[in-house]
């Protein structure tokens, strides 16, 4: 038994060091895409259109399907203050009716641009999809941006991402909490 906790142990620890290895030999491109009205248009809620529509089909096909994907939303600090956001996350509760909401943690952080930090070992499509508020599925937790996220009164949002190579999976956890130590999001389970 002890030997083999410890060649499980020693796998991790040499899956991690790849891990680092790539890190260090990769150079990490962030893409941004910026998130307006149009994105959020209320046709597309829970009507499998978003993916399909002419406007947003490129950039949906675009997006990371197998990788593994760091990302974090970030809004303008000066057009959604500290102050207001109590009453926006209560709107948001109230009108997702029933979808799964992202955690709200029940002492508001300060607001400093970052709304949410976030990972997928695959998929990315579907979560950027889910996000947005337009899956079908009601069940999977995520910002449900259609329902309440107003461009018009917060600015646009810009949804930051990397993409990492297969071997990354192992260390996405980990990076993702660091990186929300450090940006701090407002929305979201992480205690930061």
């Not at 996220?149 to 909490?177: A, C, H, Q, R």
């Amino acid at each position: 038994m002890k030997k083999k906790i410890h060649d499980i142990v020693g796998d991790q620890i040499n899956k991690l060091n790849k891990c680092i290895d790539t890190l260090k030999d990769s150079d990490l491109k962030i893409k941004t895409i910026e998130i307006d009205s149009s994105f959020l248009a209320e046709n597309y809620i829970k009507s499998k259109t978003f993916s399909k529509c002419e406007i947003f089909k490129d950039l949906y096909e675009s997006l990371p399907k197998k990788e593994p994907v760091l990302y974090w939303f970030t809004y303008d600090v000066e057009k959604l203050k500290s102050d207001s956001l109590e009453q926006v996350f209560a709107d948001a509760r109230h009108k997702t009716n029933g979808r799964k909401f992202s955690e709200i943690p029940k002492i508001l952080r300060e607001s400093n641009g970052t709304l949410y930090v976030g990972k997928v070992k695959d998929k990315f499509h579907y979560r950027f999809v889910n996000h947005l508020g337009h899956s079908v599925n009601d069940k999977t937790g995520s910002l449900q941006l259609a329902y309440w996220y107003k461009p018009e009164d917060f600015g646009n949002l810009k949804l930051n991402y990397i993409v990492f190579s297969e071997e990354m999976k192992t260390l996405l956890g980990v990076l993702e909490i660091e990186l929300a130590k450090e940006l701090k999001p407002i929305v979201g389970s992480h205690k930061n």
